[in-house]
C-alpha cells in the first residue's frame, strides 16, 4: 500500500515537472527559432523577461524524481540508469549548460558573449527533453529489465524516438501559451498573437505525433499501447485530449489564466496517461512497483518526508509564481538603478 502511494507520488513529481520545467523548455525552443538579431530581438526580450523570476524553481520537481526514485525504488534506479546512462549523462549535460547559457547571456557585455550564451541556452533547451523523452520511451518499451546493460537499443529505437520528438513539441505547446499571456502581462500587443499561433501550431504538431506514437506503440510497446486504450490509461488519453480542445479554444480569445490551466492539464494528462498504462510495473513487464519497493520502513519515512515536503515546499514554490504573474517580481531596468544611486543610505544620484 505505502509502495503504491509513493509511485502515485514519483508519478504526479515527473507530471510537475513535466508542465513546470516544460514551459522553460519551451521558451528555449522558440528563442532557438526566432530569427537571427534583429527579427528575434522583441520574441527573445519577451522570454528573457518571463523566465528570469522563476525558471530555477522548477528544477524542485525533478530533485524531487530522483529523490523519490533512489530512495523509495533503488532496483528502478539502478536499472535505469545503468541502462540508459548515456541519453541521462547527455540531458544532464544540456540541463547545467541550459542554466549558464540563460544566466550568462544577459549579463555578459560583449555581443559575442550574448550569441554563444544564447545559443547554448537554446539548443539545450531542445536537447534536454529529447533525451529525457528517450529514455522515457526506452522503458515504455519494456526494454530496460533489471540486469540490462547499457545499449543504444534501450533508448534508440521507434519508440524512444516517438517520446523524445513529443517532449519537443509539449514544451514548445506550453512554452508559447505562457508566453501568449507573458505578452498580455507585459502590454505586448505584437507577441500576442505571436505565441498565439505558434502554440496553435505547435498544438496541430503535438497531436500528430501523438497519432503516430499510437502506431509505433502498437507494434513496439504493446503492453503499454493496450494500457493507453483501456481503463484509466484511456482516461487520461481523453482528458488530455479534452484539454487540448479547451486549449485550442482559449486561444483564440483574449489570453487568461485559464489556458495555462488548459495546456498544463494536457501534458499532465499525457504523463499521468503513460504512468496508469504501465501500472502495476514501473518497468514493463518485468519490475513492479511491490518488487522494486524499497524496505518498508523506509518508504514510510519517505511518505512522512513528502507529506512533509507538501506541507513546506508546495507554498513556498507557488509563492514566486504568484508574485511573477502579479507583477511583484520586475527587475529593475539600466534606468532605475541610475536613479537609485547604485545602494541604499546614498544621496540622489547626479542629476536625481
Not at 187 to 192: G, M, P, Q, T, W
Not at 281 to 306: F, K, R
Amino acid at each position: 500500500m505505502t509502495a503504491d502511494l509513493i509511485a502515485v507520488v514519483l508519478l504526479l513529481a515527473v507530471a510537475a515537472y513535466a508542465s513546470a520545467g516544460g514551459t522553460d523548455y519551451g521558451a528555449g525552443f522558440w528563442d532557438l527559432t526566432a530569427g537571427g538579431a534583429e527579427r528575434g530581438k522583441r520574441p527573445r526580450w519577451l522570454i528573457d523577461h518571463a523566465m528570469a523570476p522563476v525558471w530555477e524553481v522548477n528544477n524542485v520537481w525533478l530533485i524531487f524524481v530522483l529523490v523519490i526514485m533512489w530512495t523509495g525504488f533503488p532496483i528502478l534506479f539502478q536499472t535505469v540508469f545503468s541502462a540508459m546512462w548515456l541519453p541521462l549523462a547527455l540531458a544532464a549535460m544540456g540541463l547545467v549548460l541550459r542554466g549558464a547559457g540563460f544566466a550568462f547571456r544577459k549579463p555578459s557585455r560583449r555581443l559575442v558573449g550574448r550569441r554563444l550564451y544564447g545559443a547554448v541556452f537554446a539548443v539545450a533547451s531542445v536537447v534536454t527533453p529529447f533525451f529525457l523523452g528517450a529514455a522515457v520511451g526506452g522503458v515504455a518499451s519494456g526494454r530496460v529489465a533489471p540486469g540490462t546493460e547499457a545499449s543504444v537499443d534501450a533508448w534508440a529505437n521507434p519508440t524512444s524516438l516517438m517520446f523524445g520528438l513529443i517532449a519537443i513539441a509539449a514544451t514548445a505547446f506550453v512554452g508559447a501559451v505562457f508566453l501568449t499571456g507573458d505578452a498580455r502581462r507585459f502590454d505586448a500587443a505584437d507577441l500576442i498573437g505571436y505565441f498565439r499561433w505558434r502554440a496553435l501550431g505547435s498544438l496541430a504538431v503535438l497531436t500528430l505525433l501523438a497519432v503516430i506514437t499510437g502506431f509505433v506503440t502498437h507494434e513496439d510497446s504493446p503492453y503499454v499501447w493496450h494500457g493507453l486504450t483501456h481503463g484509466l490509461g484511456l482516461l487520461f488519453v481523453v482528458v488530455a485530449g479534452v484539454a487540448a480542445l479547451a486549449t485550442a479554444w482559449l486561444l483564440r480569445r483574449t489570453p487568461g489564466a485559464w489556458m495555462r490551466v488548459t495546456a498544463v492539464g494536457v501534458v499532465g494528462s499525457a504523463v499521468l496517461a503513460w504512468g496508469m498504462a504501465q501500472r502495476p510495473y514501473l518497468l514493463p513487464t518485468s519490475l513492479t512497483v511491490a518488487d522494486a519497493a524499497g524496505a518498508p520502513a523506509t518508504l514510510t519515512w519517505l511518505a512522512i518526508v513528502t507529506l512533509v515536503a507538501f506541507v513546506l515546499v508546495v507554498p513556498a514554490v507557488v509563492l514566486p509564481y504568484w508574485l511573477d504573474t502579479h507583477g511583484e517580481l520586475e527587475e529593475l531596468t539600466d534606468a532605475e538603478l541610475r536613479r537609485g544611486g547604485g545602494t541604499a543610505g546614498d544621496g540622489p544620484a547626479p542629476g536625481g
